[in-house]
């Protein structure tokens, strides 16, 4: 399975298809059980039809029209003209969690888009229960890694994705406390004992910790729509306030070593030189340039 994957997508195999095989092996199933049951399921499918590929005998068909889960390219980076398309994603994986770090759910997804002539920054929550294509959209990342979530997300929204940022349990909590916390404001009441989070409203400082415990509150919310709507409103408005109060800790001296310290916490497709040309619209944002919206 492990080779497979490497011919296919030219990397090593992280994504949780991949992770699911794994599981079944470890699970007591003999490796020919494993690789034949892979050969034939829908992901070695989708995989073969996005090269254009007969897959293995047997195996179901799915064409690009039908499914969206895997594609041989993923965001390249800028396109013509003056606005960005980004794509956020929170990720449900973690180090202590079933299948370790790699390509998980994704509860968390906020498109981006920058008009880097107006400066301003339109965030889109889409909720991990949308249904695209046969599924929930918070799956195609599990299955398909950032190549196939974007190829996913574009066809979605109907617009090109130039770059992901992906962060997870393990490093959205640091990436705040790098920051020294942040200050967000909470709307309404909050006793989530789910997700540890307990805050009332009005303005709060809050750490790494409490920051994925908010971000993570879906029960007994109201706001928004109420459960996993409010929390993707409200994951959405820390990042803009994490932005707006944070921007000054980077500045085009030093943002190769910024990128570098956050790349521990992050995984993304932008290089230097990209941000280098996305950073002077960010530092003159104001936060009526910052439009949130489901």
């Not at 920058?114 to 400066?119: F, K, S, V």
């Not at 599924?135 to 979605?156: C, D, L, P, T």
């Not at 009332?200 to 879906?218: D, F, M, S």
Request: hydrophobic share 40%; charged share 20%.
């Amino acid at each position: 399975v492990a080779i497979l994957y490497r011919a296919f997508f030219n990397r090593e195999p992280d994504a949780s298809g991949y992770k699911a095989w794994l599981e079944r092996l470890a699970g007591g199933m003999s490796r020919k059980s494993v690789l034949d049951g892979f050969l034939k399921s829908e992901e070695f499918a989708g995989l073969c039809n996005s090269y254009g590929i007969v897959s293995y005998a047997g195996a179901p068909t799915y064409t690009a029209s039908t499914y969206s889960g895997y594609s041989s390219s993923g965001a390249t980076g800028f396109q013509a003209g003056r606005k960005v398309n980004f794509i956020i994603w929170g990720d449900d994986s973690a180090s202590d969690r079933p299948g370790g770090r790699v390509s998980g759910r994704t509860d968390i997804n906020i498109f981006v888009h920058l008009n880097l002539d107006t400066h301003k920054a339109y965030l889109v929550t889409i909720p991990r229960d949308t249904w695209f294509g046969g599924r929930k959209i918070n799956g195609y990342h599990a299955s398909g890694g950032n190549a196939g979530a974007v190829r996913a997300f574009e066809q979605f929204t109907g617009a090109k994705i130039d770059f992901y940022v992906v962060t997870d349990f393990d490093g959205f909590a640091p990436l705040i406390d790098y920051f020294s916390g942040v200050d967000t404001t909470v709307e309404e009441n909050i006793a989530d004992s789910f997700s540890g989070c307990y805050l009332t409203p009005g303005v709060h400082h809050i750490n790494g910790a409490q920051a994925l415990a908010l971000t993570r509150a879906r029960y007994g919310r109201s706001l928004y729509g109420g459960g996993a709507y409010a929390r993707e409103r409200q994951s959405a408005m820390l990042l803009a306030d994490l932005l707006l109060q944070k921007r000054s800790m980077v500045s085009s001296r030093n943002l190769s070593n910024f990128l570098n310290t956050i790349g521990q916490y992050v995984w993304t497709n932008i290089s230097l030189s990209q941000a280098a040309q996305i950073l002077p619209v960010v530092l003159s944002m104001r936060r009526e340039d910052i439009i949130i919206t489901t």
